[in-house]
């Protein structure tokens, strides 16, 4: 009798739309498995349940996005398809030295390396240390070009099938403290030659690898030595390897103006009141792109290869790209995610041509060349 009381108290409720409990909503991995139909489906649900049975990927990623990464991406991942994300983070010349030792001895430990595309070409690639993954890419949503916004899965190696970019976003920005000087008076990059900012000047060291000098190699390429000189060395600007020692100089006026600026710091900088803007484009250059520590590739022989074929679909997917791009402050490779995590300034903009620092040949051979002859000419 109580059960049938209590099986009509359901049949009530449902007729009236109520619940015992709220309904759980739908998790990623349910929402991306809903678009897929048919025999693609049948090979999707195979490689997740393959995955799971594995339980686990381990991620390296360098210190430029790395942290963010530690803490944003194992609990997303763990959500979408109940699979552990250990991510490791370290500097990719320790990464790539501690992978050829273990291969030497015949260990595995690394699924996936995601950085920047100097030690990712000339380290990874360079040393054999990743394998092609393009067919791995299986998802319909991810092979579709139509959702990325160079028409297909965006490969950066020279064969299209190695390293897959994540992300892309304008960078290379020229600050300044708006209480000692206005972008309106910066409407030329000659303006910065001007006798009243010598020693008023200041930017990430050129003369590392990094942003500093990704940005020194692309104004010589475009406007020769001579104007090197002329702005690294007879104006006096003072260099850091700390964008927060460069944050601090210009949200505090100790040097009015930033050659240029990590987007994330300028952007912490106004978020924290200071009076610091960036100053719009110089015509005689243009702007660049770059994908930041936004390049993917999947080690050779990875111990856990179906949940590493899972992780790879998964970040060229929504979920995954806004998780992670939103965190390192990228924009995203997919039209199918809007960038609303970005100042506008910071996001490429249709029909605008764009210099990308992180193109192959310019990476492995005129970035290098150039940032010696910047090393020679500023005394270093």
């Known amino acids: 009798m109580k059960n049938a009381i209590f099986a009509v108290l359901a049949m009530l409720l449902a007729a009236c739309g109520g619940s015992a409990a709220p309904a759980t909503p739908p998790s990623q991995s349910a ?149 000692f000087v206005q972008p309106s008076e910066l409407t030329s990059i000659n303006d910065l030659l001007k006798p009243q900012y010598k020693g008023k000047l200041a930017g990430f060291d050129w003369t590392i690898n990094g942003s500093g000098a990704q940005h020194a190699v692309f104004l010589q390429l475009k406007l020769g030595p001579d104007f090197i000189k002329k702005l690294y060395v007879d104006q006096q600007p003072v260099r850091t390897q700390d964008n927060r020692q460069l944050g601090d100089w210009i949200g505090r006026g100790n040097y009015p103006v930033a050659i240029s600026m990590n987007s994330a710091t300028l952007e912490q900088l106004k978020q924290d009141g200071l009076p610091v803007k960036e100053v719009p484009a110089f015509k005689e250059v243009g702007q660049y792109v770059t994908a930041g520590s936004g390049l993917m590739a999947m080690i050779k022989d990875p111990p856990h290869p179906n949940a590493t074929q899972l992780f790879l679909n998964w970040m060229a997917m929504p979920h995954a790209q806004v998780v992670y791009n939103k965190t390192v402050q990228q924009g995203s490779v997919l039209t199918t995610v809007k960038d609303d995590w970005l100042a506008d300034y910071l996001i490429p903009k249709p029909g605008v041509e764009y210099f990308d620092l992180y193109g192959w040949e310019y990476t492995t051979k005129t970035y290098p060349a150039i940032l010696e002859s910047i090393r020679k000419t500023t005394g270093v």
Do not use: C
């Not at 092609?132 to 965006?154: C, E, M, Q, R, Y």
């Open 31 to 179: 929402k991306a498995a809903s678009s897929v139909s048919g025999d693609a489906k049948a090979k999707w649900d195979a490689l997740v349940a393959a995955a799971k049975k594995e339980g686990k990927v381990t991620l390296s990623v360098g210190p430029g996005g790395g942290a963010q990464a530690r803490q944003v991406l194992p609990p997303a991942f763990k959500e979408d398809y109940g699979i552990d994300l250990e991510v490791i983070v370290g500097p990719s010349t320790q990464t790539v030295e501690r992978l050829k030792l273990e291969r030497s001895s015949n260990i595995h430990s690394v699924d996936v390396v995601i950085g920047g595309s100097d030690t990712m070409y000339l380290s990874f690639y360079g040393e054999k240390l990743i394998a092609p993954f393009k067919s791995l890419l299986i998802h319909p949503d991810v092979v579709n070009g139509a959702n990325w916004t160079n028409g297909k899965p965006w490969f950066m190696d020279p064969e299209e099938e190695s390293i897959l970019r994540l992300s892309n976003g304008v960078t290379g920005h020229t600050a300044v403290n708006t209480k």
